[in-house]
């Protein structure tokens, strides 16, 4: 099966490699006037430079691609010696109709938009891309990948916007600083307009491409005329200063927990443009705390949980480092994820050490970040560059025994680092790069060089090729590989971790070294994608060696790992009688280990389609063959899995009305009774022109009847190698839901709420031990001569009763979550670039009750509950130098 798959996408790219031939760019030109009077950015279009005729003729996209947009709208574009500037009048033939909401920065509100797009560069790969509504809200995003966006970038831009009895107007002005761009006499620019008419639904566009073809930024008209400015290097700093004061339950007894604590810091945060195209970030005493909190959830796999990067430092611009996917317009997974080889949340996360002492202890909430520095941009020959690198200091836990104060550490001095470099061939066509990352710790605590790494180092490349006369094909690729260095014990505990689990009795192809000081790896992947038209291919094949490992600066969920798949399908990209739009595709996924055991063997069937009056969904269908699971047994034997099948389903209404509803369910069945079912409906209501209430909850039931509890040593059973794998079946119950109110005052003042209350209850039921490897087959206490008996500790077993196995105990795996995270943000944009934040962040939880679900009694007990209130004030200020 492994060899079909790999000849198949063989035989595929042998058949496409063809001589690449240039897509043809957009051969419309817009040419920028200079504008010889200063131009006051207030949205009434009275300077002389706006008053010739503008650039129109856009076509629409939707909701009838190729027609003639069915509002006029007049384009102009000026410059001076300091900044771009952008006019347009969107004529509208019934302005009371036109939708302008409010929101904060960056809200894809579902109002009418007006966005003007960039590509300084020419490169026909990256830009900028900048959109006003006609209240003023506005989104930026920066460009990448042809047509990929990531709008976490927050420039320093002006705009205006007006309604009148035209329709409504837009001025922009974008200073040279805040653009990259090599310095040359006269310039030529990539540049695209798109209009959104929210009342129809209408997307229109000045450089229009069909939904039959790809493309973004390599479809661009050209801008030319701009000559004769001096954009000088920027340099920019921002102080900052922050208050925290928390108030948490008092403990009797416990110093550290006195009932309040307040804490108080200061910063900078300087930015140096080295030239036109470079720029350096610099931050001294960085405030990386997050405003938002995390979600709540019980997490019982083995798997850790990804958390999403909220810090401003880390999200701007982040897209320069990713790895893997450049070329290619669509990534199928598949129970496939790419390793990140740089996860911003490594730095400066909680202490990794921990203190066993019988005296109060206070941990660091986090890892002090001394200092960081980013430098990103484009150098000569093309190459798109990213450098990161973070100091991270020492950090101490405070012992309290009887009045008496000791410290010990709980995270090493630390250096992160971070540089990735990647260069565009051929207009973009072609592209190759690579990322090396490094951690460098200074162990001096002996408990610390047994959990962690002295150095971990990764190194990875990547690339794509598009084939095909018209590109309409991608090859993309990637390979990388990791080492990580410590002491013995450190390594032995890496080999023996989830990802690796070299212990397993029944796998030959691993080996576990007790002597080893290092741990090696490799990794990687090839994809081949259709790009455009209407039939849908995708076709990949990766691998993660058994010894990789990038989990030091990086993410990843699995290793020893081989995962294909084949996906095929058909898009209908116009209307017709009942769809607007719809995809119908199959997908063949395998997955096996690297001493060739079937994990995964998944058959999936999708559906998705939008009708004519907008309303919309999908529903998706999955048969899961008989299979193994490698990590059930947390180092043991492989666990067979049952065959089943899987089904979800989701709908929502029309986004243009003041209240919209979608709804989305999931359930899936294995053959031994195992299953699970979750339904979450949303309903987002839009009572005023700038208020949004969203509120989303959601119930899950889970029954499984192999939970894993426990590993136990038993000589004596040689069935399973000497160990006893114990499971259970697990019946949990989670309700949750999440609330979102955004009240915005104007674009630039804004306060936002959100509320995520979560009851998690687990019963653990009918006890057993795995019988044979590689199976389904259990042995169940309390049976055939065996006991258990329970106390108010939890469970004792004597697995053959009156035989020579010894008896053992675990704990009461039953658990009651109930947890309420909540957070309440005023923001104040009070001058460009500098902000002013108030922040009241709640955190409560509570345990009582384990295994046993009364919705009444846990949300009173919930309510009753003492958490943590956090109040911040944080004050931002920009001074361009």
Known sequence: MKKMYLSVILIVWGALLAAAQTVPASDREVQARRAEEAVHVDGRL?????????????????????????????????????ALYVAARLHDAEPGKIVSLL????????????????????????????????????????????????????????????????GWTVEMRIPYDQLRFPVRGEYVWGVNFKRTIQRKNEQDYFSWVPKEENGFVSRFARLTGIRGIRPGRHFEAMPYTVGKLTFSPQ????????????????GLDLKYGLKSNLTVDLSLNPDFGQVEVDPAEVNLSVFETYYSEKRPFFIEGSNIFAFGYGGANSNYGFNWGNPEFFYSRRVGQTPQGWVDSDGYIRYPEMTTILGAAKLSGKMAGNWNIGFLNAVTAREYATVDNAGSRSSQEVEPFSDYGVLRAQKDFNQGRQGLGFLATGVFRDLNDPALQDILGRQALALGADGWLQLGKTQEWALTGWLGATRVAGSRDYILGLQQSPLHYFQRPDA?????????????????????????????????????SPGFEANDLGYQWRGDYINSHLVSGYNWLHPGKVFRSASLLGA???????????????????????????????????????????????????????????????????????????????????????????????????????????????????????????????????????????????????????????????????????????????????????????????????????TIFRNDEGYTVDPDGAGPAAEFFFANPDFNLKSLRGTVVFRWEYRPGSAFFLVWTQNRQDFANPGDLDFGRDLGDLIAARGDNIFMLKATYRFNL
């Not at 650039?55 to 102009?76: C, H, M, Y």
């Not at 790896?521 to 790009?531: E, T």
């Not at 193994?628 to 047994?633: C, I, S």
């Not at 894993?708 to 697990?730: E, I, K, M, S």
């Open 251 to 266: 403990e009797e007894g416990n110093p550290f927990r006195s009932g309040s604590d307040l804490f108080a810091s200061a």
């Open 103 to 166: 929101g904060r920065r960056d809200d894809e509100l579902d109002s009418d938009w007006f966005s003007f797009a960039v590509d300084p560069y020419f490169d026909r790969r990256s830009g900028y891309q900048f959109s006003v509504n006609p209240a003023g809200s506005i989104i930026d995003k920066t460009l990448y990948n042809d047509e990929w966006e990531d709008n976490t970038w927050d420039g320093v831009w002006e705009s205006a916007a007006r309604i009148d009895d035209q």
């Open 588 to 786: 063949l996924a395998r997955g096996w280990d690297f001493g060739g055991n079937a994990i995964m063997k998944n058959y999936f069937l999708f559906f998705n389609g939008e009708f004519l009056n907008y309303w919309g969904g999908s529903i998706e269908l999955g048969y899961m063959d008989a299979s193994f699971d490698k990590e059930a047994t947390r180092g043991g034997p492989l666990l067979r899995l049952p065959p089943g099948y899987t089904i979800s389903f989701d709908a929502y209404s029309d986004s243009r009305k003041p209240l919209v509803f979608s709804l989305y369910s999931y359930a899936s069945r294995r053959r031994d009774g195992s299953r699970d079912f979750g339904i979450g409906p949303a309903l987002r209501w839009k009572p005023r022109s700038n208020v949004s209430l969203t509120v989303h909850p959601q119930v899950e039931f889970y029954d499984t009847y192999r939970q894993w509890v426990a590993n136990v040593d038993d000589p004596l059973h040689a069935a399973t190698y000497g160990r006893r794998y114990v499971f259970a079946y697990l019946n949990e119950k989670v309700l949750s839901a999440e609330i979102r109110l955004n009240w915005i005052f104007s674009p630039k003042i804004s306060l936002q709420a959100f509320l995520q209350p979560l009851i998690a209850v687990g019963k653990y039921a009918e006890f057993k031990e795995l019988a044979r490897p590689a199976t389904n087959s259990f042995n169940y206490y309390g049976r055939n001569g065996s």
């Open 46 to 82: 009275t300077e002389a430079v706006w008053q010739g005729a503008g650039i129109g003729d856009f076509t629409q996209r939707n909701p009838l691609d190729g027609k003639p947009a069915s509002e006029r709208t007049e384009v102009w574009v000026a410059f001076d010696e300091k």
């Open 508 to 544: 030959d192809h691993l080996e576990l070294d007790p002597e080893a000081t290092s741990l090696s790896g490799w990794s990687g992947r090839l994809a081949l994608n259709k790009q455009k038209g209407n039939v849908i291919f995708n076709a990949a094949l990766g691998a993660m």
